[in-house]
């Protein structure tokens, strides 16, 4: 059994690398799309509108019950049957197996998003969204300037734990061909045997990763508790009072 | 769209029990939650054990603690699996695919649990923990009697969530070749080819039931009220 | 005291680990005489040769033959579907003893695996729609190929016919999907494998299995092994050489590629293939 961690300077290191930088990619993009359809969803559940609800329970639950892997392998296969032509198209040309993933995390993450961004703006008190719409702000900057700056303080750690959960599954997406970092792997144990090597070095990039996220979190919803901090001394602009 | 082709009695057969009434071999839902169950017990004993290290004050108790819960939380569950099925065999021991799959969502969700135990140990008031010290209990036994029973209602709803998961997490097997609900849907896909939609979204209806009725079956235990008239016939 | 625990537990290391080293240097048709189980890594999604059947039971061309191998060595066998991103590790860990699962005979694989004598030759050729237009490989300018992503075609295309794009998939039955649902316009590899699929897709008039102007290449099938283990590699190709001269290999061939199955192939289509055979 010899192991030999100098070949990660080589060859297989230059193929983790590459997986890295897709593994980067695909988080990127589902994490951009997933917080548009969560913010989305999240703030039309908690305005109440009733006859969204449903669909709106519907996809929270759905994503909550059933496995990311599957829902990766649901998109892959019938993308072509449920897209509109133009779209199916735009998503082979953009790289199929990558759209198709980044289409399944941002849909799976976007309903956890959804709940996080219902829970912070559950956090505040709805008399402040009254009184702005009362004072004539309209829906959209009532939400800007009131409600969500506020609701940021809750969002934000909450908001980390699903980004590394994202990043997490993003190593989901090498079921449908995608070569990110875990598909590496295999590559590499199958062609140079170098697995061990190949396995120990990937984790360390995953716990980086992760952790260095967790850590940009933790700093962000520091610097804002900073700001709440201190705004408290000055007269908030709306009170509920 | 052709739900008659997917609906058969053989492929629902497959999907339930994979081939175990044709030669022998389990699979499908049976050995998703033949896995999901056995690696659920692990699991919570991990998280248990772990979780009072976690809250306890001994450094070298704590310590390792964390560190096995940050690892695990940290990295992805696949390479987990990976670890266990495709490492051990370079040292001589070779471990199953279900093996290595329960071994990989046990130690996983250990770490997960670890903290809601943390988090349902914190809940319990310092008086009562104190009282017992005071009535001469040592730290364990007030651990077990004192601490985990009054904390389990708390955690009941936490855990359940982190069950659910587990369950998803099984999904994960096919990727080592185990016939598993996802691996025989899968098959069948491929066999059938132009039904992918039908095909996968009874694979959703399967693991969307399975879960409900886990989170159903513990909010039936959360009421503490019938939890007594189900268990201890009070 | 700890050092008499370190030392017991450093010795108790070494002993398993050389005990593994003596170990590996059995033979594996010794092992699985002993076992009684021959663990072969076969397809299971490739129509004909290696696949499922309704009730899950494995079946093909290679199947037949791999039964019967067993049969002749008085063993039972155990069957790992194998695909090619994986099929390599899973020998090499001693989780299966042969892989019988298309695998064509290259050089380059021939430095990580041993072969045995080849059990049929199989020119490669493309599947493509039947309103493509696509005669040849000339054809591909410009168009989107699908293949295999360990297939000897990923790196054998773009050397004939640079201006086509190559897109991998994890499996032929994927490739042959894009293939239908139009995110690839041609599929390159072994004219079974396209033949097997395209008989087993819903609308096999759909398509059209380019003859001798689509043929780009060729390959041997081998049984893969581990390496250096001249015993085995002698044992099977022995019995491979004994199922083609007492005529199993043309009962398999004729049930499920020739003229008692729905492809109605002859050996002609596998530029009349004959294996080696070694005289006594």
Same mark, same amino acid.
């Given at each position: 059994?010899?192991?030999?961690?100098?070949?990660? +300077?080589?060859?297989?290191? %230059? @193929?983790?690398? #590459?997986?890295?930088?897709?593994?980067?990619?695909?988080?990127? +993009?589902?994490?951009?799309?997933?917080?548009?359809?969560?913010?989305?969803?999240?703030? =039309?559940?908690?305005?109440?509108i009733r006859w969204l609800e449903p669909i709106c329970w519907f996809y929270v639950e759905f994503s909550r019950n059933t496995p990311p892997v599957v829902q990766i392998l649901f998109w892959y296969?019938?993308?072509?049957?449920? @897209?509109?032509? +133009?779209?199916? @198209?735009e998503l082979r040309d953009f790289g199929y197996e990558f759209g198709a993933a980044v289409l399944a995390l941002s849909i799976y993450h976007g309903a956890f998003v959804a709940e996080v961004i219902r829970a912070g703006l559950n956090s505040i008190q709805k008399? #402040?969204?009254?009184?702005?719409?009362?004072?004539?702000?309209?829906?959209?900057?009532?939400? %800007?300037?009131?409600?969500?700056?506020?609701?940021?303080?809750?969002?934000?750690?909450? @908001?980390?734990?699903?980004?590394?959960?994202?990043?997490?599954?993003?190593?989901?997406?090498?079921?449908?061909?995608?070569?990110?970092? &875990?598909? #590496?792997?295999?590559?590499?144990?199958?062609?140079?045997? %170098?697995?061990?090597?190949?396995?120990?070095?990937? &984790? =360390?990039?995953?716990?980086?990763?992760?952790?260095?996220?967790?850590?940009?979190?933790a700093l962000l919803s +520091?610097?804002?508790?900073?700001?709440?901090?201190? %705004?408290?001394?000055r007269r908030p602009v709306l009170t509920s009072e | 769209?052709?739900?008659? *082709?997917?609906?058969?009695? $053989?492929?629902?057969?497959?999907?339930?029990?994979?081939?175990?009434?044709?030669?022998?071999?389990?699979?499908?839902?049976?050995?998703?939650?033949?896995?999901?169950?056995?690696?659920?017990?692990?699991?919570?004993?991990?998280?248990?054990?772990?979780?009072?290290?976690?809250?306890?004050?001994?450094?070298?108790l704590w310590i390792p603690a964390i560190l096995y819960i940050q690892t695990f939380r940290n990295v992805p569950l696949l390479i987990l699996v990976f670890w266990a099925f495709f490492v051990p065999p370079m040292f001589g021991v070779e471990l199953s695919q279900f093996t290595s799959v329960m071994l990989a969502i046990s130690l996983f969700t250990g770490a997960y649990i670890a903290e809601i135990v943390r988090g349902g140990i914190r809940s319990?008031?310092?008086?009562?923990?104190?009282?017992?010290?005071?009535?001469?209990?040592?730290?364990?036994?007030?651990?077990?009697?004192?601490?985990?029973?009054?904390?389990?209602?708390?955690?009941?709803?936490?855990? $359940?969530?982190?069950?659910?998961?587990?369950? /998803?997490?099984?999904?994960?097997?096919?990727?080592?070749?185990?016939?598993?609900?996802?691996?025989?849907? /899968? *098959?069948?896909?491929?066999?059938?080819?132009?039904?992918?939609?039908?095909?996968?979204?009874?694979?959703?209806?399967?693991y969307f039931v399975v879960n409900r009725g886990i989170s159903a079956a513990t909010r039936l235990l959360e009421s503490r009220e019938r939890f007594n008239a189900l268990f201890l016939h009070v | 005291m700890k050092l008499n625990m370190r030392s017991m537990l450093c010795g108790l290391l070494v002993a398993t680990v050389s005990s593994i080293a003596v170990a590996q240097e059995k033979s594996m048709i010794d092992e699985v005489k002993e076992r009684g189980v021959l663990r072969a890594g076969v397809k299971n999604d490739a129509p004909h040769l290696g696949f499922t059947d309704e009730k899950g039971q494995y079946a093909g061309f290679e199947i037949d033959l791999l039964n019967d191998l067993a049969r002749r060595l008085g063993v039972k066998v155990e069957y790992t579907p194998v695909k090619a991103s994986n099929r390599v590790q899973l020998l090499q860990q001693k989780r299966i003893d042969i892989i019988f699962a298309t695998v064509s005979h290259y050089r380059s694989r021939d430095q990580v695996v041993d072969y045995t004598v080849a059990y049929l030759y199989t020119p490669q050729t493309l599947l493509v729609r039947k309103d493509s237009g696509i005669k040849s490989v000339a054809d591909l300018a410009n168009k989107r190929v699908g293949a295999d992503a360990a297939a000897g075609s990923v790196k054998k295309i773009p050397k004939m016919q640079p201006k086509a794009t190559i897109q991998t998939f994890q499996g032929w039955p994927e490739a042959f999907f894009a293939l239908e649902r139009g995110t690839v316009d041609a599929v390159a590899t072994d004219n079974i494998i396209l033949a097997g699929l395209r008989a087993a897709s819903?609308?096999?008039?759909?398509?059209?299995?380019?003859?001798?102007?689509?043929?780009?290449?060729?390959?041997?099938?081998?049984?893969?092994?581990?390496?250096?283990?001249?015993?085995?590699?002698?044992?099977?190709?022995?019995?491979?050489?004994?199922?083609?001269?007492?005529?199993?290999?043309?009962?398999?061939?004729?049930?499920?590629?020739?003229?008692?199955?729905?492809?109605?192939?002859?050996?002609e289509d596998f530029d009349n293939f004959k294996m080696e055979i070694w005289d006594n």
């Open positions: 059994m010899n192991l030999d961690f100098s070949v990660l +300077w080589g060859e297989p290191g %230059r @193929l983790i690398v #590459q997986g890295l930088v897709m593994t980067l990619k695909l988080s990127a +993009w589902s994490l951009l799309f997933a917080s548009i359809i969560g913010l989305f969803f999240g703030t =039309v559940r908690w305005l109440g296969f019938s993308a072509s049957y449920i @897209l509109p032509h +133009w779209m199916f @198209l008399g #402040q969204y009254e009184a702005s719409r009362a004072l004539g702000l309209g829906l959209t900057q009532s939400l %800007r300037f009131v409600v969500l700056p506020q609701a940021t303080r809750v969002i934000v750690p909450l @908001l980390t734990n699903e980004a590394t959960g994202l990043i997490k599954n993003t190593s989901l997406a090498m079921a449908i061909g995608v070569v990110e970092m &875990t598909y #590496q792997y295999k590559n590499i144990d199958n062609f140079m045997f %170098r697995g061990v090597e190949a396995l120990t070095a990937i &984790t =360390v990039i995953y716990l980086v990763l992760c952790l260095a996220t967790s850590g940009v979190g +520091w610097h804002l508790s900073k700001h709440a901090r201190g %705004r408290a001394t | 769209m052709s739900w008659e *082709q997917v609906w058969t009695a $053989a492929n629902w057969e497959r999907l339930l029990v994979g081939d175990l009434f044709n030669t022998g071999q389990p699979g499908g839902l049976l050995v998703t939650l033949e896995i999901g169950l056995a690696a659920i017990l692990a699991g919570t004993l991990i998280g248990a054990v772990l979780g009072v290290m976690r809250s306890s004050e001994r450094r070298w319990i008031a310092p008086g009562h923990i104190e009282a017992a010290r005071a009535l001469g209990m040592g730290r364990l036994q007030v651990t077990m009697w004192i601490v985990i029973p009054q904390a389990f209602f708390s955690m009941l709803p936490a855990l $359940a969530g982190r069950y659910v998961v587990s369950i /998803k997490n099984t999904s994960l097997a096919f990727l080592i070749g185990l016939a598993d609900l996802t691996e025989i849907g /899968k *098959q069948i896909g491929a066999r059938l080819m132009t039904a992918p939609i039908e095909i996968y979204l009874t694979l959703f209806l399967i | 819903p609308d096999p008039s759909k398509y059209v299995l380019l003859g001798s102007q689509g043929i780009f290449s060729g390959g041997y099938y081998g049984v893969a092994l581990r390496q250096n283990d001249s015993k085995s590699r002698d044992t099977l190709n022995f019995l491979l050489q004994d199922q083609w001269v007492d005529g199993t290999w043309q009962k398999a061939f004729d049930k499920w590629l020739g003229k008692d199955s729905e492809l109605k192939m002859t050996l």
